[in-house]
């Protein structure tokens, strides 16, 4: 039982220690990550850790005629992800992740693949504007492209 408390212990040092080795941009790739696994847990806390409190969120629409900007709030979206039911999978397949960081700025682009219920359901490109705040870092915005086709 000893053993097994200092071997549980070891780890969780060792786990601890390793954080503190990752790279800004490793950091901000982990943030983003964690978004998108709550997301498909349908874990509503650990998606709203991943956002600043004043985080803005918007979508490129495309139309004929041109493109239009649509917003979402961050409290609205997080209530979709807690409301989805038990039934549905949400699945963003993140193909790349481009980071840049300066100090406590970063940006992040990120091609992807959505499906719903393993169905494909749109693909485009999400980037992400992030902070590096007293508790690590947030996304503060995002803006993404949602497209059906031209995914390959």
Request: net charge negative.
């Amino acid at each position: 039982m000893k053993r097994k408390i200092t071997l549980t212990l070891l780890l969780a040092l060792l786990i601890h220690f390793a954080s503190f080795s990752q790279t800004e941009e490793q950091q901000v790739e982990q943030v983003i990550r964690s978004l998108f696994e709550g997301m498909k847990s349908k874990n509503a806390d650990q998606v709203a850790m991943a956002f600043s409190e004043d985080a803005l969120m918007q979508t490129v629409i495309s139309k004929p005629e041109g493109s239009e900007v649509g917003s979402n709030g961050v409290a609205d979206f997080v209530k979709r992800i807690a409301t989805t039911p038990e039934t549905t999978t949400l699945d963003e397949q993140i193909l790349d992740y481009q980071i840049k960081v300066d100090g406590t700025m970063a940006s992040a682009w990120t091609p992807y693949k959505f499906y719903v219920n393993g169905n494909f359901s749109h693909c485009g490109v999400n980037s992400f504007q992030l902070v590096k705040k007293a508790e690590g870092w947030k996304i503060v915005y995002i803006i993404d492209t949602r497209r059906k086709e031209n995914c390959d």
